[in-house]
């Protein structure tokens, strides 16, 4: 039960499929991606130990997100440095484009993860449900957003309704994610994670992204962005 929660939060971890909620718009335009977009792949790299600035290490992680003519997701793949696939998502919208739920295999082809959908007036991702294969739940999520469309609260709960993590977040006024706050169910800060941003495209895209935990850089991402016509 410990792998699929880790699964389940893992769900969120990936900034190329992750919503920023913001209300009846695609998934483009909740994460904050300009132009007409048909593919983005981020390439994660370890970093160099000790080093004074974040410098690219290794590979450790691709991941590639297709995108409909309607903007929205349709399917993320993740590989390994060697190029095995690791995990595979699958999208499903309803009639009026809302994300009703994504399924996530394993790398040979097994159902890991279904994570279904609530939606606010307004049109904000506010809850979720995450059900191993089996279809029992483990895991929900609650979610608040500011007035913008920026999730600032992101709340996760076990099997047995308690509160057990709990994120904040805060956001630059191009919409980018630049902290996490993790707090226990104690709310004692557990982590606290920052992003810095670079390198944007003429469509004005972040192609750079490195990320620190407790200010210590722990990963780069690098993004390359396929366009449509």
């Known amino acids: 039960m410990g792998s699929i929660i880790k699964t389940g939060l893992a769900l969120v971890a990936f900034t190329a499929c992750t919503l920023a909620g913001m209300a009846q718009k695609n998934d483009l335009t909740r994460q904050k991606l300009k132009g007409t977009i048909k593919t983005v792949t981020e390439l994660e790299y370890a970093v160099v130990a000790g080093a004074k600035e974040p410098v690219k290490d290794t590979l450790k992680v691709k991941g590639v997100c297709k995108y409909n003519a ?22 499903s919208y309803n009639d009026s484009g809302m994300l ?9 082809g097994g159902l890991n993860v279904t994570t279904t959908y609530k939606y606010d007036k307004a049109g904000n991702e506010t809850e979720e449900s995450n059900t191993d294969p089996s279809g029992t739940e483990f895991m929900t999520g ?32 191009k919409g980018n994610e630049i902290e996490e706050r993790e707090f ?23 192609l750079w992204r490195v990320t620190y935990k407790n200010d210590m850089p722990r990963t780069i ?6 366009y449509g016509q």
């Open 70 to 91: 309607d903007g929205n997701r349709t399917e993320y793949v993740t590989y390994s440095a060697a190029g095995a696939v690791l995990s595979r998502s699958v999208f």
């Open 100 to 108: 009703v739920n994504v399924k996530r295999y394993r790398g040979d």
């Open 142 to 173: 609650k979610s608040r957003y500011d007035l913008k469309g920026n999730r600032i609260v992101y709340d996760r709960y076990n099997q047995f309704g308690h509160l057990f993590l709990k994120s904040n977040f805060k956001f630059d006024k």
């Open 184 to 206: 226990d169910s104690h709310q004692s800060l557990q982590f606290r994670t920052t992003f810095e941003y670079d390198n944007y495209d003429k469509k004005g895209n972040w």
């Open 221 to 226: 991402v690098e993004r390359e962005i396929g």
